[in-house]
């Protein structure tokens, strides 16, 4: 088995068994590891940073922390839109080469924390080679449908992490 089957056996079995924080995209539900999320705020006064990729949208002050905050919609190609005062920011924390960062993310609604056992969630679906999954921890079954399990440090790239830790 290779490093990489290894990391995602792992990441997979830690996945299934940890509880994920649920939320909204253009009306599919997505799940990220609890884990993994520091707080949810509501929508802060982003600053903009000249330069960077179109979906780090720039940088917020967090009780004297400034942090940098990405749009998943634009990250995932899907149409922007517009921010109002109940647009939430999950603000996740992230172990990198340089220690811990924490990142927001905008996402369009949260929904809630659902513990999903182990025999409800499948591997990510294979679409061939023209789609990209290896964001994707995995597919869970739940009653309120199926929600989509995502591996925030492989949305956020190590190219993209080097960036977005300059800006912290």
């Not at 899907?78 to 220690?99: C, F, H, S, W």
């Not at 996402?107 to 964001?135: A, M, W």
């Amino acid at each position: 088995m290779t490093r990489d089957a290894m990391d995602a056996t792992i990441t997979m079995r830690d996945a299934k068994s940890n509880k994920f924080v649920t939320f909204q995209l253009a009306a599919e539900d997505y799940g990220i590891q609890v884990t993994n999320v520091k707080e949810i705020v509501g929508m802060l006064r982003i600053t903009q940073i000249p330069g960077m990729p179109g979906f780090v949208r720039g940088v917020v002050n967090l009780r004297g922390k400034v942090i940098p905050v990405i749009d998943l919609r634009r990250r995932f190609d899907m149409e922007a839109k517009e921010y109002d005062v109940r647009t939430p920011i999950i603000v996740v924390e992230l172990e990198d080469r340089q220690g811990t960062s924490l990142i927001g993310m905008v996402v369009d609604s949260v929904s809630e924390v659902l513990n999903i056992p182990e025999d409800d969630i499948e591997d990510p679906p294979s679409f061939g080679t023209d789609v990209d999954t290896s964001f994707m921890l995995g597919m869970a079954k739940t009653s309120q449908g199926v929600k989509s399990l995502l591996d925030i440090k492989r949305i956020l790239a190590e190219e993209y992490l080097e960036v977005l830790d300059g800006l912290s």
